[in-house]
């Protein structure tokens, strides 16, 4: 125990587990169980809205802030990052058990939570395979392009979901809407359009006042009460029903090897969904407050989480960015805030249920249908578009997938748009031609016929991992630069029509290529061949130690000769002037 800091973490502090709640401070506890309630308050009416995107029984989003927001709080490594139902997961479910062929499992039935523990459990599997595999580093394959354009597409198909709810159309989901209204316009019910509209009225109205207060949980309480009071289902106005009281009951989850078949897409999805999303939400606040994280610790806290879902009656958890803000903004700066949400959670489960019975569907389906208006990240394609036009391609068609495609597809092509962007980049690498300007410093030139760093030299700076799918971009380059193919000048694209001689030395600076892959190793060595034919000497500049090691194994050092070898650029040059070639050059090496 610190004696100065006033600790109360104890012996424990040094164990693994409980390392986003030990230590704690004591100066620390009023906060973080301030912190606590505020998420309670409100997240209650988020994680009902969000069990509605599932397709479960409402009571089933707080069952999620029960057993997997205590495992994470215990297991997990990060002091900040809150788990819970999460709007992305809850619609990648919902997608995948109307699509997996599994019969009789219409939704909120026995049989279709039995499936979604059954998810729970295949993603919780799969989060600890990746722990075991040290797999956290995935998270950074899936761009925040694709994630910005994929929690657009599933704000947008979010909101399109709630609109016949909110409108009182029977069978009122996207389709049936589009037909409905092809033919004429759809049947509305003007006394449940008016209590959507009031309690979207009251959650921005508290909003555009203050962010403190939780308008969406004073917005469900007055609909509550308006029922009540007003006798709301006697005028037509569908409500939740009853809500069963008490915890959780433990069951195990369906088993079935076809059901194991049918979700496993689905699990796949989620669990990458939670990987990119719960790590960059853990690194943003570790990095807010210069703490250390660790993504495979949180791994391990995550797939804790969904194992507790699994057993407990209710669907797949994730890291949520929205409620980790939530506790941050009411000053919760460790783990004891989500043991302090989940006891308020309990209480309100043993003691509280009942008066969920008389809420309107539509209240439900306003908290909702905010919750994906507030998931399109208008400000986030904005800046994309802005800034770099070709991503903001990207990042709109993932959104347009999600949309007409459906979640579960779109995160697969997020994924693959993500693997595409990340090969385009290295597959076109920026290269240049390094020159001295006048001032004597280093810049870099356009790779265009007749670019030359001196008389006679080219000092080509490939901008990438030389691999088989930019080989030949490579080859084409130095083609380009040296007309080695015929052995003759080439015409300079900025040189007003003149001919300009081929050079006489090549040198590839290395400097930024990391990684030499045997597909490139063999266009390096037919390079090497033609450039001799061509009575041009190849040398290589900056290549780090690892490179330097493939290159000895593939047999290309002997082939080029220890002497092809320099530790810069400007060594190149001053030894190319040295020979005759150019004017002597002072050495110094380019930025």
């Known amino acids: 125990m610190d004696v100065d800091g006033g600790l109360v973490a104890g012996r424990l502090s040094g164990v693994p587990l409980m390392r986003g709640l030990l230590p704690v401070e004591r100066s620390r506890v009023v906060p973080d169980l301030i912190g606590g309630l505020t998420l309670a308050a409100l997240a209650v009416p988020e994680v009902l ?3 509605r995107i599932a397709g479960m029984p409402v009571v089933t989003g707080m069952y999620t802030m029960l057993l997997p927001m205590v495992a994470f709080a215990l297991i997990g490594s990060s002091r900040h990052l809150v788990v819970g139902a999460d709007s992305a997961t809850a619609a990648i479910l919902a997608a995948a058990m109307a699509g997996a062929g599994i019969s009789g499992a219409p939704p909120g039935s026995a049989r279709y939570v039995e499936l979604a523990g059954t998810s729970a459990l295949l993603v919780a599997m799969l989060l600890l395979v990746a722990r075991v ?10 761009s925040r392009t694709v994630l910005v354009g994929f929690l657009t597409g599933v704000g947008v198909h979010i909101a399109l979901s709630q609109l016949g709810e909110l409108l009182g159309v029977a069978g009122g989901g996207p389709a049936p809407l589009a037909r409905q209204l092809s033919a004429g316009m759809p049947p509305i019910h003007p006394p449940t359009v008016l209590v959507s509209l009031a309690v979207i009225g009251v959650v921005v109205f508290v909003r555009l006042l203050t962010k403190r207060v939780p308008g969406a949980l004073l917005a469900v309480v007055g609909a509550i009460v308006a029922s009540e009071i007003l006798h709301l289902p006697a005028h037509g106005v569908q409500v939740v029903g009853a809500v069963p009281a008490g915890l959780p009951r433990l069951s195990l989850p369906a088993l079935a090897p076809s059901d194991l078949r049918a979700l496993l897409p689905a699990a796949l999805s989620m669990s990458v969904v939670i990987l990119a999303q719960s790590a960059a939400t853990s690194r943003a606040y570790g990095s807010r407050y210069d703490e250390p994280v ?8 995550l797939g804790a989480a969904n194992l507790a879902a699994a057993f407990s009656g209710t669907f797949v958890v994730n890291g949520s960015p929205t409620k980790t803000q939530m506790v941050d903004s009411a000053g919760g700066r460790s783990q004891l805030s989500q043991l302090g949400a989940a006891t308020v959670v309990l209480i309100a489960l043993l003691t509280a249920t009942g008066p969920l019975a008389s809420l309107p569907l539509a209240a439900l389906a306003a908290v909702v249908f905010i919750i994906g208006v507030e998931l399109i ?8 578009y802005a800034v770099r036009r070709e991503e903001f391609v990207v990042a709109l068609l993932t959104a347009v997938a999600v949309v007409l495609l459906g979640v579960e597809q779109g995160i697969l092509l997020a994924i693959a748009a993500s693997i595409v962007d990340h090969l385009r980049h290295s597959y076109e690498p920026r ?15 356009p790779v265009t016929p007749g670019a030359r760093t001196a008389d006679g030299l080219v000092i080509y700076r490939f901008g990438s991992g030389l691999y088989f799918a930019n080989a030949s971009r490579f080859a084409a380059d130095v083609a380009m630069l040296t007309g ?15 001919d300009t001689p081929g050079p006489r030395w090549l ?4 400097a930024a290529i990391g990684d030499v892959d045997y ?8 390079v090497h061949e033609q450039l001799h034919a061509a009575g041009i000497r190849l040398v290589l500049s900056g290549v780090i130690e690892p490179v330097r090691a493939q290159l000895d194994r593939y047999g290309l050092t002997e082939r080029f000769g220890p002497d092809a070898f320099y530790d810069t650029a400007g060594e190149v040059l001053t030894e190319y002037g040295a020979g005759g070639g150019a004017g002597a050059d002072d050495g110094s090496s380019p930025a």
């Open 49 to 51: 809205g969000y069990a």
């Open 133 to 142: 595999l040290q797999l956290g580093f995935l998270a950074n394959f899936l």
């Open 294 to 301: 660790d993504t495979d610790g949180d791994l391990v806290g």
């Open 377 to 384: 990240d208008v400000r986030g394609m904005r800046r994309i």
């Open 431 to 445: 290269s240049g031609v390094l020159a001295k300007s006048a001032a004597g410093h280093w810049h870099s030139l």
């Open 484 to 498: 080695s193919k015929s052995g003759a000048g080439t015409r300079s694209a900025a040189g007003g029509g003149t």
């Open 507 to 510: 040198c590839l600076d290395a």
């Open 519 to 526: 597909t490139a190793s063999s266009v390096l060595a037919r």
